[in-house]
């Protein structure tokens, strides 16, 4: 608080100067008790202990939310007993002043998560039972003589204690016998310090040269760097086998040559073997040379020949070779793991570039057989350790036969899969590693129970590395997001084609392939031979969910289908394991079985043969071969049944690996693929109206709503009968509007139609049925319709459409001509006049034999047409849409909808004869078309404008072209290749005897 009788003389002047005002004024008094107030009053800097109660119930509150009520009364506790008291003395008694309310503050703003913090209150009770520090050993040594130094040579402590009982002959660790008296004085030693260091309770250190001379007797002679052990020199016959070979091979040879060579018991080999087999990269007796061990020359066994001792160190050096390539496998994946994630591939060495997902989840299952495999080594060393037993470097390696093959084989794969690998991409290491795998199992699958063993161990390995290929798959139609950063599965996502792409189905992945000259495996996809069943399967699901998650459906397939409820390589363990259990016990039944009736058929022989009278030894023989017993006795026959041999189905890791895949893994995939293919297809019918769109594609492009189409066309072929202009876009487009607009007002703005101009000027100049083929419809599809309605199945449509719209305007032409004619005929009969056209120079016939041939022709020229026309719309269109319905309902993914679309569209383009198969009967059909028109354009000029050489043409032409269809259609129709047609030909077949017949004059 600031002290006021100090600055109101201050606070006079500043006054003054600033506002003018003189002492004694109103304003004056005012502007100080102003000044004062604020100096006497001012809280700028000061805590506010309003706002410090308010942080500290907004925290009692929050404890209280968050169940911990212990927590807020002991904080409530503590606050109110520190505001209470003195914050620094006794007698300074001043509660709840503002330096209280700073502290408060202070810890308020250091506690960051009072409710994440666990609280223990101490109570002073526990404090108070603390028991003090107290000394033990002075207490208990209180009444009792000082401790001599045992170290003291003058000590008689020891004197009256048992001498140490010597073993007569014991064996060193060559098998050779040696000084015994040193290494009694050794052992004795050695209990008298292990007695002083229990007693003493600390590291006895000698002192001189006693201790010297002590430690230089137990401790091994560093033979690694020439020292000479002289304790392998013993009495025994065959301790000098190797000194007097080598004397022998001197003797033998002209120039001797003279190593100096190590002498080396075979404890100190069957050490430095279990070492470099548990992975140690340095030896004495093995020296490394790259990735492999070869075996130090001067190294000298006594007892041993050299020959011998090469070739077993020969042996066990080609081991640790193999051990050592298989570590530094495993150092090399474990040094930096997930490597592959780092996206600048420059930054990366050579080593970590070879790194992903599989060679990591492969080095894994190595290292749990190679621990396995030191798991042994160790019960070896403490054999070893332990001296209760002789151990040779023989025994060893009878103890390690078991795993010898095991570890070669897992080499020999490895350099085949992994170091000789000639790919350096990770997609094609990765199928040469999982081929390597299966085909090894196969082949020692086919050797039988030989090999058991390690068929289950490859099975373990090639489990454990399919995992990265099972979780890609798993996440991807788990989560509809294919991650694979090492670029390691054969399905890629192109990453070019978005999702709401039209391309996306057919190039949104793509499959890795060999490039490579090799001709075993180019153009070959690099799919792993577990995975060529379902890989199709995949694919299809994997696009699927990645549709689903563009259309924010992913939430809802992920609950309706429960598909984060267990992982594909979990349910693929457990299935593994489920079938080892069905199958122990379906063998164990039927070698049951096997065994009763073996046994059965055994005692009614026995029975048989000691019946009196016939027993015979030569047919006991005989049956005794047959049946593997023998009927000597009771007793031999007994035993004999007894050991009877059943023979016992192989377990789950000994059936073939593509049976194991198919009723494990498979289903599986196969299920949740299921699944969501079908969840596509409904959510495209049920959200997105797939068969309402198709529908008004069929009503649209195929002329099913013939209402709103023939608003639309029928005002185009008027203007092309009157040859005025109609492709201009502003006419089209609103004609369009309007004849949509009426019926289907929702899809105005998702309709529109474009003329090419120079298509139609190209076949116009030919045939004026061709003056339609520019026009297009244009149908906006919006994702994920897109995939199925595409820029390919709409030009299909467009196709169907204009060649449709030629058969309407045929028939529309013909029918204005019988219009004309009904026309004319009604002005007859009331008597108008009939005007004659002119006549035309050249032959020339009466008028009414003219109009008798031109009804006839017309008559000819509308069956063809009326009957190109009820085949299409009836018989082609109506029935092709019934059959796709039934196709399109029977599809369980969307690639069955879109083989259902696409047959769909080939039988149209077929059966509405737009198939180059059958092009020479739509130009024929189209060439009758022609006629008409031309017939349409002569009538509307005028009768005169027919002669009769112009009407012989064109029944000629009409009647080449029905001829040659009817017989065309006949023909087909036998030959079974188009039976649509039959309907067409049998049409058609009533026009031929007509125009087979000469033309009336």
């Known amino acids: 608080m600031a002290d006021v009788s100090k600055t109101e003389g201050v606070a006079e002047e500043l006054v003054e100067k600033l506002t003018g005002f003189k002492n004694g004024g109103e304003n004056f008094k005012r502007t100080m008790q102003y000044v004062l107030s604020n100096i006497k009053y001012h809280r700028y800097l000061d805590v506010n202990s309003h706002t410090v109660n308010k942080e500290i119930k907004g925290v009692l509150e929050k404890l209280q939310v968050h169940s911990k009520a212990d927590k807020a009364e002991a904080l409530q506790a503590v606050v109110d007993k520190f505001l209470e008291g003195p914050l620094v003395s006794p007698k300074a008694s001043h509660p709840k002043s503002d330096a209280h309310y700073s502290v408060l503050s202070v810890l308020l703003l250091l506690a960051g998560t009072p409710t994440s913090q666990d609280y223990e209150e101490k109570t002073e009770h526990e404090r108070q039972n603390e028991e003090p520090d107290f000394d033990w050993p002075k207490y208990l040594l209180e009444d009792l003589p000082p401790i001599k130094d045992f170290n003291e040579p003058s000590s008689d402590e020891w004197e009256d204690e048992e001498e140490v009982s010597i073993p007569e002959e014991p064996l060193n660790d060559s098998g050779v016998i040696t000084d015994q008296s040193r290494h009694a004085t050794d052992n004795t030693s050695q209990s008298q310090l292990a007695i002083l260091s229990h007693v003493t309770g600390s590291t006895v250190t000698g002192g001189g040269d006693a201790d010297r001379s002590w430690l230089s007797r137990n401790v091994v002679v560093q033979y690694w760097q020439g020292e000479v052990d002289m304790t392998m020199e013993g009495t025994h016959k065959y301790s000098q086998i190797a000194r007097q070979w080598e004397s022998h091979e001197k003797e033998q ?80 994946m474990r040094s930096c793991p997930s490597a592959y994630c780092n996206r600048d591939d420059s930054a990366l060495s050579s080593q970590e570039s070879s790194r992903c997902q599989t060679y990591e989840a492969y080095a894994e299952a190595l290292a749990e057989f190679l621990h396995s495999f030191r798991d042994a080594l160790v019960q070896i060393e403490k054999t070893v350790l332990v001296q209760e037993q002789q151990m040779t470097l023989a025994n060893v390696m009878d103890q390690l036969s078991p795993w010898m093959p095991k570890v070669k084989l897992l080499a020999y794969v490895h350099n085949k899969a992994v170091v000789d690998c000639p790919q350096q991409k990770h997609v094609y290491r990765v199928w040469y590693l999982l081929d390597m795998l299966h085909n090894s199992i196969m082949e020692h699958y086919s050797m039988g129970d030989s090999s058991k063993e390690i068929v289950n161990l490859l099975v373990r390995i090639w489990l454990q590395s399919i995992r990265p290929y099972v979780d890609f798959i798993d996440r991807w139609l788990t989560l509809g997001h294919l991650f694979d950063p090492a670029h390691e599965f054969v399905i890629q996502r192109n990453s070019a084609v978005e999702v709401k792409s039209p391309h996306f189905w057919q190039e949104g992945f793509t499959l890795d392939r060999f490039q490579t000259d090799e001709s075993t495996h180019r153009g070959q996809i690099a799919v792993p031979p577990f995975l060529q069943p379902v890989l199709r399967h995949i694919i299809l699901a994997g696009k699927c969910m990645e549709v689903l998650g563009s259309v924010g459906q992913l939430g809802t397939i992920r609950t309706e289908a429960n598909l984060e409820s267990t992982s594909m390589y979990s349910n693929l363990i457990t299935s593994t394991k489920d079938m080892d259990d069905i199958c122990s016990s379906s063998s164990i039944a039927m070698a049951t079985e096997e065994e009763q009736d073996e046994s059965t058929t055994r005692t009614l022989v026995v029975q048989q043969l000691q019946l009196p009278g016939t027993t015979d030894p030569l047919l006991a023989k005989n049956f005794d071969e047959v049946l593997g017993t023998l009927l000597d006795s009771d007793e031999n026959t007994e035993e004999r049944y007894s050991q009877s041999d059943a023979s016992i189905l192989p377990d789950v890791n000994n059936m073939p690996l593509s049976l194991v895949i198919k009723r494990s893994l498979y289903p599986s995939i196969l299920s949740r693929c299921n699944v969501i293919c079908q969840q596509l297809v409904n959510t495209l019918k049920a959200k997105f109206d797939l068969m309402a769109n198709l529908a008004i594609l069929r009503k649209f492009y195929l002329l099913e709503d013939g209402d709103v189409m023939c608003d639309f066309y029928v005002d185009i072929f008027e203007k092309l009968r009157r040859q005025e202009s109609w492709s201009d876009y502003l006419y089209l487009h609103g004609h369009l509007q309007e004849a949509f607009g009426r019926r289907y007002p929702e899809e105005i703005e998702r309709v529109s139609v474009s003329v090419s101009s120079d298509e139609i000027s190209a076949r116009l100049a030919a045939r004026p049925i061709h003056a339609l083929d520019g026009l297009t419809l244009h149908y906006q599809v919006d994702h994920p319709l897109n995939i199925i309605i595409n820029s390919q199945s709409l030009d299909v449509y467009n196709r169907v459409f204009r060649f449709l719209l030629q058969v309407k305007r045929a028939k529309h032409s013909l029918d204005q001509v019988l219009a004309d004619l009904k026309k004319e005929t009604h002005e007859d009969e009331k008597g108008k006049p009939v005007t004659h056209s002119p006549p035309v120079v050249g032959t020339r016939i009466d008028d009414a034999v003219i109009k008798h041939q031109l009804y006839l022709l017309r008559f000819k020229l509308m069956h063809f047409v009326n009957s190109i026309h009820n085949y299409l719309m009836t018989r082609i269109l109506h029935t092709t849409s019934l059959e796709f319905q039934d196709d399109f309902n029977r599809a369980t993914d969307l690639d069955g909808v879109l083989s259902a679309h696409e047959n769909y569209l080939t039988k149209v383009l077929q059966r509405c004869l737009l198939h180059d198969k059958v092009s020479l009967v739509r130009e024929a059909v189209v060439k009758v078309l022609n006629i008409a028109l031309v017939f349409q354009r002569k009538w509307d000029a005028g009768i005169h404008t027919f002669s009769d050489d112009s009407i012989t043409k064109m029944e000629s032409e009409f009647n080449n072209c029905s001829i040659f269809l009817s017989t065309m259609l006949i023909n087909m129709t036998k030959r079974g290749a188009f039976p649509h047609l039959a309907a067409l030909s049998f049409s058609l077949a009533s026009l031929q005897q007509s125009t087979t017949s000469p033309p009336s004059k």
Do not use: K, Y
């Open 253 to 332: 040879s002209i120039f001797p040559i003279v190593n100096c060579m190590h002498d080396l018991t075979e404890t100190h080999i069957i050490r430095e073997t279990l070492w470099i087999l548990m992975g140690a990269e340095e030896s004495f007796v093995f020296q490394r040379h790259g990735n492999h061990f070869e075996v130090r020359e001067n190294i000298r066994v006594n007892h041993l020949t050299p020959s011998s001792l090469n070739t077993m160190l020969q042996s066990l050096a080609n081991d640790g070779s193999c051990i050592l390539q298989l570590q530094s496998f495993v150092n090399n």
